[in-house]
């Protein structure tokens, strides 16, 4: 009796100890899962010294994938290769006064006929020269020009990057110094990835006016997005996704989980034209037109064959002059009376 007393004892130890090893060992893997995600999210959110970009996570091999999920992915500053000077317009550097004290380096290319100003916007770790296609294309259609850096990259002031949260205080501050610097009578609005989000958030934020709108691929939520990210990786989205939003919202101070341009579109008071490549992995299609459908105000939305999370003039010139020319044209007929 007393011996299968002691026996039934002795396993319930074991068992006790057991499940204490499992939920210490527990406990250390999500301990360490956080420190890896925020040290993931630090690097996605704050720029590194320079260098050349690193390669997008779907072209790595899965030795490279690997170091990237431990480490995480180190992006360099965005440094400018180019000026309009390269594709033959004149143009003037200007600086411009944002918020909490930054400034951003921007480019002005004018036109005496403009149909409008049009105010062009990068993408996440980018730079202003990364959209001279695009200005080139819109000077070409009668616009005037003003190219942006938003903060923390090109000539702005250094800075981490919030993925277009606030970033759209520097659309706001574009878009007031265009107004009393060039005193525009008509303003367009263009913006590639990050650039198109800023720009959404920043008509329903800070309520800016615009006549005509045109993003480039967006995405729905930030969550959506980051959960794209892990589409190549050999690792599942969740929870980890869910990790970095967590902590780059923390590291920067806001909900990275409210950073939802689906609820900033429903601001959108212009026409706006929708660019959707058909294979980008990071803003798919369904994102974009999730966000195209909570649009009020007379849209578009195009779809470009093909095309993945690129600037989609450079794969598909013609119709990218094409679709824009033919929005441009009802949303901001040309020339205007004097």
């Not at 210490?24 to 995600?37: E, I, P, R, S, T």
């Not at 995480?72 to 004290?101: H, K, N």
């Not at 959506?224 to 996704?241: E, I, Y």
């Amino acid at each position: 009796m007393i011996t299968a007393l002691f026996g039934a004892a002795r396993m319930k130890l074991t068992r006790s100890r057991a499940l204490a090893g499992l939920l210490l060992l527990g406990g250390a893997g999500f301990l360490a899962l956080n420190v890896v995600a925020y040290n993931h999210a630090y690097a996605m959110t704050h720029f590194a010294g320079t260098g050349p970009r690193p390669k997008k996570p779907e072209e790595m091999p899965f030795t490279e994938k690997l170091g990237v999920l431990l480490g995480g992915l180190q992006v360099p500053r965005p440094r400018g290769t180019s000026t309009p000077a390269d594709f033959g317009l004149a143009f003037e550097s200007c600086r411009i006064p944002s918020t909490s004290g930054l400034v951003l380096g921007a480019w002005h290319v004018p036109r005496s006929d403009a149909r409008a100003l049009a105010i062009v916007v990068h993408g996440y770790a980018a730079e202003k020269s990364t959209v001279l296609r695009e200005a080139a294309a819109l000077h070409a259609l009668g616009c005037a020009i003003l190219l942006i850096d938003l903060r923390g990259g090109g000539e702005s002031s250094d800075s981490p990057t919030s993925i277009g949260y606030f970033e759209a205080e520097d659309i706001a501050a574009a878009v007031a110094y265009a107004r009393r610097t060039f005193a525009p009578r008509r303003l367009l609005l263009f913006g590639h990835s990050m650039g198109a989000i800023a720009i959404l958030r920043a008509h329903r934020v800070h309520a800016i006016q615009a006549d005509a709108v045109i993003v480039e691929a967006v995405f729905d939520s930030l969550l959506n997005t980051v959960r794209r990210r892990f589409d190549p990786m050999p690792v599942p989205s969740f929870p980890s996704a869910e990790l970095l939003v967590f902590w780059g919202g923390r590291q920067l101070g806001f909900d990275g989980f409210a950073h939802r341009p689906i609820d900033d579109a429903a601001g959108m008071n212009a026409p706006i034209l929708f660019l959707q490549g058909e294979r980008d992995p990071s803003a798919r299609v369904e994102d974009g037109r999730r966000v195209f459908a909570a649009v009020r105000s007379p849209k578009r939305f195009h779809i470009f064959p093909g095309v993945g999370h690129e600037n989609a003039i450079a794969r598909a010139p013609e119709e990218w002059r094409s679709v824009v020319g033919e929005f441009l044209a009802n949303a901001l007929p040309a020339p205007l009376p004097d």
